[in-house]
């Protein structure tokens, strides 16, 4: 079973430029993550889709950070324009529910670094 | 709010030592416990899981018991390896709902031979 891919892995940026990250979860899985963590710090949500419906984006800086799950499938989040603070690594997970439980499965990450 | 409290790190040791890593948590309501592993270069890993009090997570050696009363969920491993060397994350999240995972600020393993 394939994983939950990322891409890019790496991206270097100047402030108050933009960028946009993809994400492809693992075939079946509804539920898709966005998370940001920032280096010595432990992962934080940014949003959380149900197919292609947002369940919980409270914690998305939304002047600068958007995010799309077309067709309930593929993500892209982007961020315009960026800031030094969105220095990071973004990471995608998906997640299925099976009779009550889940577990959420992690891609590798896009390391951003804003100059 | 919710919110987990780790152990902070570094943590080195040597190869076939005792490996406690402390986690405790604050939640509103009953969480499901996590550790999650980051070996070197890769993504986020599921290492074990509790989803109610007393019961016991294991997996590769490790084991974590979901602690109501002390709202707590240690790591602990035995005799630890070189290729255990990796960051340590613990986590609380619900089952229904909004199931996003809370994490703590993650705990750097080195274990030298």
């Known amino acids: 079973e394939a994983g939950v891919a990322q891409s890019p892995r790496y991206k270097i940026i100047e402030k108050r430029q933009s960028v946009a990250f993809w994400c492809n979860p693992i075939?079946?899985?509804?539920?898709l993550y966005w998370y940001q963590q920032i280096l010595g710090q432990g992962p934080k949500l940014l949003i959380q889709?149900?197919?292609?419906?947002?369940?919980?984006d409270s914690q998305l800086p939304k002047d600068r950070f958007s995010a799309e799950r077309l067709k309930g499938v593929d993500s892209t989040l982007k961020i315009q324009p960026a800031k030094l603070e969105d220095s990071a690594v973004y990471l995608c997970?998906?997640?299925?529910?099976?009779?009550?439980?889940?577990?959420?499965?992690f891609g590798p990450g896009t390391r951003l670094t804003v100059t | 709010g919710n919110s987990v409290t780790q152990m902070e790190g570094p943590v080195t040791l040597s190869e076939e030592a005792f490996l406690t890593i402390n986690c405790t948590y604050t939640?509103?309501?009953?969480?499901?416990l996590f550790w999650y592993v980051q070996y070197p270069g890769e993504g986020l890993q599921l290492l074990l899981k509790?989803?109610?009090?007393?019961d016991k997570g294991s997996n590769k050696g490790f084991e974590a018991t979901y602690r109501k009363e002390t709202t707590s969920f240690h790591l602990e491993k035995g005799s630890v390896q070189v290729s255990d060397s990796a960051v340590y994350f613990c986590?609380?999240?619900?089952?229904?709902?909004?199931?996003?995972?809370?994490f703590g600020t993650g705990t750097r393993l080195t274990i030298i031979p």
């Open positions: 986590a609380l999240g619900f089952n229904f709902g909004n199931e996003k995972l809370t």
């Open positions: 939640a509103t309501g009953y969480p499901s």
């Open positions: 889709f149900q197919n292609n419906g947002v369940v919980d």
């Open positions: 509790a989803t109610k009090a007393d």
């Open positions: 075939s079946g899985h509804a539920t």
């Open positions: 997970a998906s997640s299925l529910r099976l009779a009550g439980y889940y577990e959420q499965y």
